[in-house]
């Protein structure tokens, strides 16, 4: 019988779901949005609903599980939310006990971050390699680090919170209470914050009009075509990513840095600048890593949900990357 | 027959050498300077002799090889020194390969931070736990890696070049040519510059006598007799250590942070203010993990440097954490 698996990704605004193959094919997918203010029992059904909605495509095929990628901090080991700040009711809850009672089905928990990186490692950009970082940039940053060919979980399962750590001493506040985080620079909402800041300031700027309404897309239009304060904005931005992935580099060793989330959208313009800051700033042996941008665009999280649903019903390995 | 191996730990000053069980028990040990101006083969020479000077030791007990702990970056993959800053010929050099010819035993090269963490792992403070992360604080800064129970090594066994982390975006120059690293705030030859900087300045402090003579022992003495220089700079040290000790906990998501290096002397004065930071900045699930001293002292690279030439003798376990 042919080998099935639901990857859920559980997002601040929406739920998505797919069937997944083994190799990753996304076979039928759902979403409906998030109700994250109606409490714990009301995202579980809500998550259950997508689920059965996948599941019922199954056409007679086996479903082995379902994988659930879910924002932190979460104990994945255990399938616990600890306590997610977009979620009501996400304080030490006991996600995936919940909904494998309201699914009938074995349940993993991961980090969204670590759950896309699996979707790009197994699937995407970085196929086939024994080492890579995923970086997810996007309202925050987030991540999930694949080293000696094996994804790194930690105490807990919280490895790779790339997105909290320090890159300037006693810099700006961050959502987590903490000063300097990459995250509070580099993350699409810091760039869009800076953007609007310096805009409204700036009267000779193409980006001045637009004031508290400026889009990000919007910056980027205007760098290419010339604005001094765009490209300046776009320049930064580059230059903190590229500061950011620096530090993977020299941390995780990777053969590779793949960019997700909504500011890989515009990677054709980041991405130039942040291979000359890395070729410029690494240790030397670590200069020549290439920093692409994410091959499944948003759907690594929902992949890579599928493929730790599958690790999980196949016991040998998951003993072996579970080993110590 | 008994088995047993060499541990060699090669510094910028001094080579140290120890014949060692599978326990970590340091059965006899020797250390010559480095020659470190005198050429690759000069270097290669006296870690022969040393290494032969300690076999001599092993009374008929079978020694499986020879495991040697080295400054980065060097790909221990390949068992290449590739550009060794404080010993002259260490460039793209077969170090491994060499020093298996003059010893007739197999080698296995390591950066010295990740031998010293695999030291404080198998048989040290972190023994047993499966998440940890060595930072030894000395002239630089150094370290390695255990996640899920295995070791990072990463592309070119180069994971876990903790002192390289930007910690300061634009802030002081690092040896590496990059600016506002960690090693540039946090390790030693930092402190005692700082120190020796604001001495000189600072009449009234007890400090202000030594001049550019002050030592960083004396430092922490005058910190403990109260006396105002000192102890800001005592806590400006354990601050930044706090503060990279963070992004560590975010990155690895270990169980317990250890420290070794010359630094690690003074953690009676600095650890309870390091705690301190980390309980207050760390995001919330992490606020609890143990910051520790090294249990090993100076030998956490020279018993690890031992059991890493055990593991490449033991092909199962070998090919174990190989995988992928």
Redesign the interface.
């Known amino acids: 019988m042919r080998s099935l698996a639901i990857g859920l990704d559980l997002g601040g605004t929406q739920i998505r779901g797919a069937l997944v193959d083994a190799e990753g094919t996304i076979l039928s997918r759902r979403a409906e949005a998030t109700p994250a203010s109606a409490g714990a029992a009301a995202v579980v059904a809500a998550l259950a609903r997508v689920a059965q909605e996948v599941g019922a495509q199954a056409r007679g095929a086996e479903i082995v599980g379902l994988g659930l990628s879910a924002p932190g ?1 979460l ?1 994945a080991e255990k399938g616990l939310a ?2 997610t700040p977009t979620i009501a009711g996400f304080v030490d809850f006991p996600l995936a006990a919940e909904l494998s009672a309201a699914t009938g089905l074995p349940v993993r928990l991961e980090n969204d971050g670590i759950a896309a990186a699996i979707g790009e490692w197994r699937f995407g950009a970085a196929r086939g390699l ?2 890579m970082v995923y970086a997810t940039v996007s309202t925050g940053i987030g991540g999930g680090a694949v ?4 994804v ?11 997105g ?6 006693g ?1 700006e506040r961050c959502v ?3 000063a300097g985080c990459f995250e509070a ?1 580099a993350s699409g909402t810091a760039f869009l914050a800076k953007a609007r800041r310096l805009a409204t300031l700036d009267a000779g700027s193409a980006l001045h009009a637009a004031g508290a309404a400026l889009t990000g897309a919007a910056v980027f239009e205007a760098a290419a075509a010339g604005d001094d304060l765009a490209r300046r904005l776009v320049d930064d931005e580059a230059e ?1 990513l590229g ?1 950011g992935f ?2 993977l580099l ?6 590779m840095i793949v960019v997700g989330g909504g500011m890989s959208h515009q990677f054709a313009a980041l991405g130039p600048a942040i291979a000359a800051y890395v070729a410029r ?6 200069r020549d ?1 290439p920093v692409v941008r994410a091959a499944l665009g948003d759907n690594s999280g929902l992949v890579g949900a599928g493929a730790i649903a599958f690790e999980a019903a196949a016991p040998a390995q998951r003993r ?5």
């Open positions: 901090p104990d600890l306590a024994g080492n080293v000696d060919g094996r790194l979980r930690g105490r807990m399962g919280m490895a790779a919170h790339i909290h750590m320090t890159v300037v001493q810099g987590c209470g903490n620079y903190m500061l620096v530090n020299h941390l995780y060793s990777p053969q700033n690494a240790l030397p042996p670590f890593v072996l990357s579970a080993a110590g």
